[in-house]
């Protein structure tokens, strides 16, 4: 088998689905490397492991019932392991290993064997190279790369993703349209903090988006993609919702779409345009700052 991954929304056939054990014990709150799951944390809201578990099973139990191929994980001791989507990702058919923040380290290691049981080839980032699964939306010809590159990037351990990341995908894929986002980022106001892009960005469809416009730092990004996809054809996201992860819904094909039922302004705004939209609660995962798209890494897609 081989990888291949060359949109968002084509036909899900093979994913990586993360899993919890380890994930729901309560942390120190130097452990936590995102805003919402310390706001979690001293809120006494953090999730338990067997919350996490159930959410991620019934995630599963929807993919199967498409057919889909589940792999998980290995289980590595006290490490979270949910989203899984950061590990790596695919494009076409090469797997980039991501150069994650340094507390994720170890998480590749839980999917090393998976990945080497394919017949693609596996790139290694260089170090200077940071990067992260969710900063990477993968459009037909286009590559659409969230980053940030202020001079406070060293100081943010939400910002993943940097300037380095888009020269070296423009090098490796010189066919390909490379269309940078620059995100904004907060360590501390969920609100204000858009993690990954996936977090205020999702294709559905052929021509469909999910966008939160004030996660985004430039506002030309806006104008462009709302050009790109017809203002008519997008679903705006206020900051609140995009908190909530309304951007991080998973394809499993053009015309289905796994979303949580809170969701009630997005899924009808789906199902009003022809979408079918499967429900699968979330609320729990979501504490943690991702939702479906983080915990989900496609290998096959077609």
């Known amino acids: 088998m081989e990888f291949n991954v060359a949109d968002e929304t084509s036909s899900l056939k093979s994913v990586i689905i993360g899993v919890a054990k380890n994930s729901g014990k309560i942390p120190d709150l130097m452990d936590l490397y995102d805003p919402k799951s310390v706001r979690n944390l001293k809120n006494n809201s953090y999730p338990s492991e067997s919350d996490l ?12 019932k498409y057919n889909v191929t589940v792999y998980r994980p290995k289980d590595i001791y006290d490490i979270n392991q949910i989203f899984v989507r950061d590990v790596g990702f695919v494009i076409d058919n090469f797997f980039f290993k991501s150069n994650i923040i340094p507390k994720r380290d170890k998480e590749y290691e839980g999917i090393i064997n998976i990945i080497k049981s394919f017949d693609s080839e596996l790139i290694e980032l260089p170090v200077d190279i940071h990067i992260e699964g969710g900063d990477v939306i993968n459009f037909n010809n286009y590559l ?23 020269d070296f995908f423009k090098k490796f894929f010189p066919k390909k349209i490379i269309k940078p986002f620059h995100l904004n980022k907060s360590n ?14 999702q294709i559905v469809g052929q021509d469909n988006a999910i966008m939160c416009s004030e996660l985004f730092t430039n506002k030309n990004d806006v104008v462009w993609l709302k050009s790109f996809f017809g203002e008519k054809n997008i679903f705006f996201a206020d900051k609140n919702e995009m908190s909530s ?42 504490k943690l700052g991702g939702s479906f798209r983080c915990c989900s890494l496609p290998l096959i897609r077609y």
Not at 53 to 63: G, Q, V
Not at 145 to 164: M, P
Not at 255 to 280: A, H, M
Request: net charge positive; proline share 2%.
């Open 245 to 286: 992860m309304y951007c991080n819904v998973l394809s499993i094909n053009r015309n289905t779409v796994v979303s949580q039922p809170s969701f009630k302004r997005l899924n009808n705004w789906l199902k009003d345009i022809g979408y079918c939209v499967e429900v699968v609660d979330f609320s729990e995962v979501s």
């Open 188 to 201: 501390t106001i969920p609100e204000k903090n858009a993690l990954h892009l996936d977090c205020c960005l």
């Open 144 to 166: 659409f790369i969230g980053y940030y590159e202020k001079k406070n990037y060293s100081k943010l351990y939400t910002a993943r993703t940097n300037k380095n990341a888009i």
């Open 53 to 64: 578990k159930k959410e991620l099973s019934e995630f599963i139990t929807i993919l199967k």
